[in-house]
């Protein structure tokens, strides 16, 4: 057992869709998750500012106890296989856990991957999902507009600007008749009604963010590193800018019920 706390960070609010499945599936954990939002977002830029903040991201969850880093982010989990390694503890992105749930849905072997710019430019969800089956075609496609949309609240299905960029953004995985959808960004999923609706209910959805929470319950379970804990873990959510903006996104995307220390902290900007 170990009761030290999850980590979790991304470049602004888009991982609060792993921590909501993690408060589900392991409700005893604490969890301190880092939101970079004075820097969001992070897929415009060149990898070595993405590896750059992503250490001092890393280093800050560090200096809280935690017992593992998930990598809420698609835009660092696909530099990360760049980074050095740091042996004293256990750093994991998203990319793996939503390939394998992809490859494990897909019944025509079509998979689309929409994600940052850095993300899709990295080809890395391609050649992991070749790495399991080569037989399938990966359809790429940047999305730039969907985190300045989500990080600004403009999600709804109903909402013009967000339905013109989706429908623009996912006529090729249309074309291509993907019958699964990675979304590989962890602020996506927040809009995950409007695109089910754009491509139509025939096409599986896959959460990177909720794939990294699923993993991280079996990988705690696995090496019998859960909390032993009996009352729910408690909850630290750290932003580098606007409390007040920070605070309203959580309650629109955790609930207002959600009982979180939620505070603004500083990193090397």
Do not use: W
């Amino acid at each position: 057992m170990n009761n030290s706390a999850i980590g979790v960070f991304d470049s602004g609010i888009g991982g609060l869709t792993c921590v909501e499945e993690l408060i589900n599936l392991l409700p005893n954990e604490d969890i301190v998750y880092l939101g970079d939002t004075a820097r969001v977002p992070y897929g415009t830029r060149s990898r070595e500012t993405i590896m750059s903040y992503a250490r001092q991201d890393i280093e800050f969850l560090k200096q809280h106890n935690v017992k593992m880093i998930l990598v809420a982010c698609g835009t660092v989990s696909s530099v990360l296989s760049f980074m050095k390694e740091d042996p004293g503890i256990s750093v994991s992105g998203v990319v793996q856990p939503a390939v394998k749930a992809a490859c494990a849905a897909t019944k025509n072997n079509r998979i689309g991957i929409i994600a940052t710019s850095a993300t899709v430019k990295s080809g890395v969800y391609g050649k992991v999902i070749r790495s399991i089956n080569p037989e399938i075609k990966v359809v790429g496609k940047a999305c730039p507009m969907f985190v300045p949309l989500v990080e600004n609240g403009y999600t709804s299905p109903d909402c013009p600007p967000a339905r013109y960029f989706a429908e623009e953004y996912l006529e090729i995985m249309k074309e291509e008749e993907v019958d699964t959808l990675i979304l590989g960004c962890t602020h996506y999923p927040h809009l995950s009604e409007l695109i089910s609706q754009v491509m139509g209910d025939r096409v599986t959805l896959v959460s990177s963010g909720a794939e990294l929470a699923k993993y991280a319950l079996n990988t705690l379970t696995y090496s019998d590193s859960t909390a032993d804990r009996e009352e729910s873990g408690n909850i630290e959510l750290y932003c580098t800018d606007s409390e007040e903006l920070f605070s309203e996104n959580v309650e629109k995307f955790l609930g207002k019920n959600i009982n979180a220390k939620i505070s603004k902290c500083s990193l090397k900007l």
